[in-house]
């Protein structure tokens, strides 16, 4: 069971940061000039609050998270900026910092950098290389971001079957920040998992999918962060919401 629960903590890894695949995105532009504010030093402070079924706020912030730029870097011929996160939480009332990546940002999106997917011996995710996905797209209605096939066997187990993410561009929307009113962009991407681990003749099944949500107000940042998920047993749904309080731009 435990390289089960491995298998399912690097996946989840994945989902919520992306991974190295080349874009195929839709033939449909959209007609708007976007654009994500990268310099070092610049950073973006959010609360955190659950939400419902409803994606309605339930109760006071769990916590916080501050998405922080930092400095410039050229990874596999792509220029972008290191990325860090520090997040809090109410219940622990402590701080953690966890460096994750790096980000970059052109005329054509919002691109990830994921590394160290694969170091972990029998990593089912051996054949993703890191890279960079882009993880908004600026210019079309929908894009795929990645579609990893799994198929991992030996003599006595198997593990088949794909993972996921795809986006597409939901609309514009107005929101308030600070007191000021923005035109923003509503983005959303799905994460699909579905695996069959099979030993000793019988098999288990992971079906899992994830909807995440960005708001972006362009030359400021994002603005809203929404992930949502279905319990598989109830059927029911809720997630976490991410709302922008603060932010620095250099």
Request: aromatic share 10%; proline share 2%; with cysteine.
């Amino acid at each position: 069971m435990k390289r089960i629960e491995n298998i399912i903590v690097l996946l989840v890894l994945v989902m919520l940061l992306g991974a190295c695949k080349d874009d195929d995105s839709s033939t449909n532009p959209s007609d708007e000039s976007l654009s994500f504010p990268l310099a070092e030093g610049n950073y973006w402070m959010y609360e955190v609050y659950e939400i419902d079924a409803n994606e309605s706020k339930v109760g006071e912030k769990t916590g916080t998270n501050k998405m922080i730029i930092g400095k410039a870097v050229t990874i596999d011929g792509r220029a972008g900026f290191g990325f860090s996160e520090e997040s809090t939480s109410v219940d622990e009332d402590e701080e953690d910092e966890v460096n994750f990546t790096a980000i970059s940002s052109d005329d054509e999106g919002l691109y990830i950098y994921f590394s160290n997917l694969t170091e972990e011996e029998g990593n089912p995710l051996e054949g993703l290389t890191p890279g960079w996905t882009k993880l908004i797209d600026f210019k079309n209605q929908t894009w795929e971001a990645l579609n990893f096939p799994i198929d991992e066997k030996t003599d006595t187990t198997a593990l088949v079957g794909f993972f996921k993410m795809i986006g597409s561009k939901v609309g514009n929307v107005e929101v308030s920040y600070k007191g000021k009113t923005y035109d923003a962009v509503k983005f959303k991407t799905t994460t699909i998992l579905d695996l069959a681990f099979t030993a000793d003749e019988v098999t288990i099944d992971f079906e899992g999918e994830e909807d995440s949500y960005y708001v972006l107000i362009s030359g400021v940042g994002i603005f809203e962060t929404k992930s949502i998920e279905t319990d598989e047993e109830t059927e029911l749904k809720g997630g976490t919401i991410d709302i922008l309080v603060d932010h620095n731009l250099n």
